[in-house]
């Protein structure tokens, strides 16, 4: 990934539209946006997605902001918007037992290629939300909270968002006793109970420390050490943003 073209400046009031506008100008159209959902949930796939948007009031979508800031009905009606208009778009599902083999960190590298590699239409750049993904083929910047600056990143975060709520409100009806519809998979007291009492489903990722814990498969004495949390795949609770 790269920084901004040389000459490209993006105001810090120049709004959601700002980069993709920037971009432009410097002949890097089309743009790309690029993020995942569920990352951080201990059950139910990954999702990733892709979007470009068009240029001018077609571009301009209703509403649209980062999906953890919008209700469910708001992303619904922003989802629509999104595949009504966008020049291209896709959304990767990587499966909880991909996840497992992959580790987080590559399986989610891994869905952000696939989202880009899938587009119809090739982006001449590609922004992505937080971190660099290499392996992109094209030119990209990774930007600080993209999903609240960016346009393209925003409409992407809500694809991936609101398909993988889809999966786990479907998911509640093939295993009720975890509650999926109501946490998503992410790390709640409600999950927690459910996991505690049941034990893991096949759609929980088993390299999460509290999954292998209701598994029998770990310790349960003591707190897991700090430093130890990333390596050990600790899932941390839910946002009321992510949950909801």
Not at 65 to 85: G, P
Not at 125 to 147: C, N
Not at 221 to 234: N, Q, T
């Amino acid at each position: 990934m790269t920084g901004l073209p040389r000459g490209s400046t993006v105001r810090r009031d120049a709004g959601l539209y700002g980069y993709e506008r920037a971009l432009r100008r410097a002949g890097l159209a089309p743009v790309a946006g690029v993020d995942e959902a569920g990352r951080g949930a201990c059950a139910g796939p990954l999702v990733a997605a892709a979007v470009i948007l068009p240029e001018g009031r077609a571009g301009i979508v209703p509403g649209l902001a980062d999906s953890k800031l919008l209700t469910e009905r708001a992303r619904e009606r922003c989802y629509t918007q999104v595949v009504r208009r966008a020049v291209a778009w896709s959304v990767v599902v990587v499966e909880a037992e991909e996840c497992d083999r992959l580790g987080m960190h590559v399986a989610n590298l891994e869905a952000l290629r696939r989202g880009v590699s899938r587009l119809d239409v090739r982006p001449g750049y590609v922004l992505t939300d937080g971190f660099a993904v290499d392996g992109l083929d094209v030119p990209g910047l990774a930007v600080w909270k993209g999903d609240r600056v960016a346009a393209c990143i925003a409409a992407a975060s809500v694809l991936a968002k609101v398909t993988r709520d889809r999966i786990m409100v479907g998911l509640d009806a093939t295993y009720p006793a975890y509650g999926f519809r109501v946490h998503k998979g992410y790390v709640t007291d409600l999950h927690t109970e459910r996991l505690a009492a049941h034990g893991p489903s096949p759609e929980h990722r088993m390299r999460f420390v509290n999954v292998r814990r209701a598994a029998g498969a770990e310790p349960s004495a003591g707190p897991v050490p700090a430093g130890s949390r990333h390596r050990l795949g600790w899932s941390r609770p839910a946002t009321p943003e992510e949950a909801s």
